[in-house]
């Protein structure tokens, strides 16, 4: 191992340890410079005090040309940037020769979001029964405990805005449904709380009376005690899972839009703004470390536009 792959370690252990970044960002940090140090080795590059600015823009150039989309290329461009900071923090170089480099312009696009109707018939579509549920647990009818899960994730990833990560990670007692309130742990291991609406709380209530315990029963391992959201075996519910049981409720409900976990994310914290709420507080909720982040929430429909204008103009009739 050179100096150069020596330092990338000691860069993913800080960003992992010492700033707590979540799994999944050391990963794809990882990814980034080994494709980055591996391009450097074939033009003979390999040792971190060789690399100039020059080297660093042709890697961009050469990212332009490979074809990957502008978002991918801002990623890895800020993953090679935080190392190159940390090797100047580490006195293993002298200056950051990566800060002036600026990723290429791409064309900036909206989140896929569904409108509030598309969303109710989405939640809609889970075929569960329509009965509230009831105090006397003898007394409620009877559902596929898989569809109760369904209904209840869906309803608690619309209500609460979480990441898919944040909804597989929920556990039992990180819900309660009594003060509609939820613990999310988000990326960095940084926990929030969130209000839950009536109509998730509903769902999970049902769901764990009398759907998460015939999933729990059918674990032949160490049962999921903690788990909210259980699979069929009984272990906890993947990431995938949740993509495919997004993906079959849209088929349900006919919507022919792009459909992934954080599409729902993405309606919560459009249909918040459009309500009226401040970008601030939509930060907080969905656990943006900047509000820049929130902020390509405030975009405006057409059609709200040329509403609001027809109803503010004092000339627009």
């Known amino acids: 191992m050179n100096d150069f792959e020596r330092m990338i370690r000691q860069f993913l252990a800080h960003i992992d340890v010492e700033r707590g970044l979540s799994k999944a960002t050391v990963s794809a940090y990882g990814a980034d410079l080994k494709k980055y140090r591996q391009w450097l080795a ?6 971190i005090t ?12 050469f990212l332009d040309e490979s074809g990957e989309s502008a978002r991918s290329k801002a990623r890895r461009l800020a993953s090679i940037h935080a190392f190159h900071r940390f090797a100047v923090d580490e006195h293993s170089v002298a200056d950051d020769v990566s800060a002036q480099v600026k990723a290429p312009k791409g064309a900036s696009t909206l989140p896929d979001v569904l ?5 109710a018939r989405l939640l809609e579509a889970i075929p569960v029964s329509q009965n509230r549920a009831c105090d006397d647990a003898s007394l409620e009818v009877s559902d596929d405990p ?7 994730l869906l309803e608690f990833m619309y209500a609460t805005g979480a990441r898919v990560s944040e909804a597989c990670g929920a556990n039992l007692d990180d819900v309660d449904t009594e003060s509609r309130i939820a613990r999310l742990m988000g990326k960095g291991s940084k926990q929030r709380l969130v209000p839950v609406g009536s109509y998730a709380c509903e769902a999970i209530s049902r769901y764990v009376r009398s759907g998460r315990p015939i999933l729990e029963s059918k674990s032949k391992g160490p049962q999921e005690r903690r788990a909210l959201f259980l699979n069929k075996r009984g272990r906890r519910l993947s990431r995938q899972s949740v993509w495919e049981i997004i993906r079959v409720a849209g088929e349900r409900a006919h919507i022919d839009k792009p459909l992934h976990p954080h599409t729902l994310r993405h309606s919560f914290a459009t249909h918040l703004i459009q309500g009226g709420a401040d970008v601030r507080t939509v930060q907080e909720l969905l656990g943006h470390a900047s509000v820049t982040t929130t902020q390509i929430y ?10 609001t204008y ?8």
Do not use: C, F, W
Not at 42 to 47: E, H, L
Not at 146 to 152: H, Q, T
């Open 42 to 47: 074939n033009r003979g590059i390999n040792d």
């Open 50 to 61: 060789s690399v100039t600015t020059q080297d660093v823009e042709n890697y961009v150039a």
């Open 115 to 119: 409108a509030i109707d598309e969303v």
């Open 146 to 152: 898989v569809m109760l899960r369904d209904k209840a």
């Open 298 to 307: 405030t975009h405006v429909s057409p059609e709200n536009l040329i509403e």
């Open 310 to 317: 027809l109803t503010s103009h004092p000339r627009a009739r």
